[in-house]
T-cell receptor
Framework: EAQVTQNPRYLITVTGKKLTVTCSQNMNHEYMSWYRQDPGLGLRQIYYSMNVEVTDKGDVPEGYKVSRKEKRNFPLILESPSPNQTSLYFCASSFSIGRDYEQYFGPGTRLTVT | GNSVTQMEGPVTLSEEAFLTINCTYTATGYPSLFWYVQYPGEGLQLLLK?????DKGSNKGFEATYRKETTSFHLEKGSVQVSDSAVYFC??????????FGSGTRLLVRP
């Protein structure tokens, strides 16, 4: 089954404790991205990657890091999480970058930073 | 910059009622327009899309028409079901291939 998977689905952590949210897709997609969803703000892009070893900042990159060492994986790293990073996070992928390419979303990771 | 504005929710309807969720956009050039749906506890799924002016996207009884003159892409369905309860996001993809989302509209359909 074609899908985007994220782990963990739920995470509660404390300020400053480094964490990684994994994202993996099995569709051989080139393009992957991370979004955060906050009430009243819709989805905002954090980082994106157009291919292996090619990443770039989205609209809200502060406090996050990413890497793309393999085509299928695109982990999101929070080196020193803070309470304002409490949010619902989505990973997405698409075959390529372009106006007509559908993005496929993972199920989401709900992160709470206390 | 480019942006998408959706009507605020929640929208509460009875089953079989007519649905309209308004969406307007601001963009340079000719963006593609999308409606995504998010069911409870799940990620977003593409519902329908339109890539040029006057195109109509449709899926699962939902429709939306790309209106360049009014910069709108309103979502409609003639008869909603309880299973349509979800959050609906309007989005555009601009010339930099970036997907820009509206804030989402929650729909609640009561039996």
């Amino acid at each position: 089954e074609a899908q985007v998977t994220q782990n963990p689905r739920y995470l509660i952590t404390v300020t400053g404790k480094k964490l990684t949210v994994t994202c993996s897709q099995n569709m051989n997609h080139e393009y992957m991205s991370w979004y955060r969803q906050d009430p009243g703000l819709g989805l905002r892009q954090i980082y994106y990657s157009m291919n292996v070893e090619v990443t770039d900042k989205g609209d809200v990159p502060e406090g996050y890091k990413v890497s793309r060492k393999e085509k299928r994986n695109f982990p999101l790293i929070l080196e020193s999480p803070s309470p304002n990073q409490t949010s619902l996070y989505f990973c997405a992928s698409s075959f390529s970058i372009g106006r007509d390419y559908e993005q496929y979303f993972g199920p989401g990771t709900r992160l709470t930073v206390t | 910059g480019n942006s998408v504005t959706q009507m605020e929710g929640p929208v509460t309807l009875s089953e079989e009622a007519f649905l309209t969720i308004n969406c307007t956009y601001t963009a340079t050039g000719y963006p593609s327009l999308f409606w995504y749906v998010q069911y409870p506890g799940e990620g977003l799924q593409l519902l329908l899309k339109a890539t040029k002016a006057d195109d109509k996207g449709s899926n699962k009884g939902f429709e939306a028409t790309y209106r360049k003159e009014t910069t709108s892409f309103h979502l409609e369905k003639g008869s909603v079901q309880v299973s349509d309860s979800a959050v609906y996001f309007c989005a555009l993809c601009d010339s930099s291939y970036k997907l820009i989302f509206g804030s989402g509209t929650r729909l609640l359909v009561r039996p």
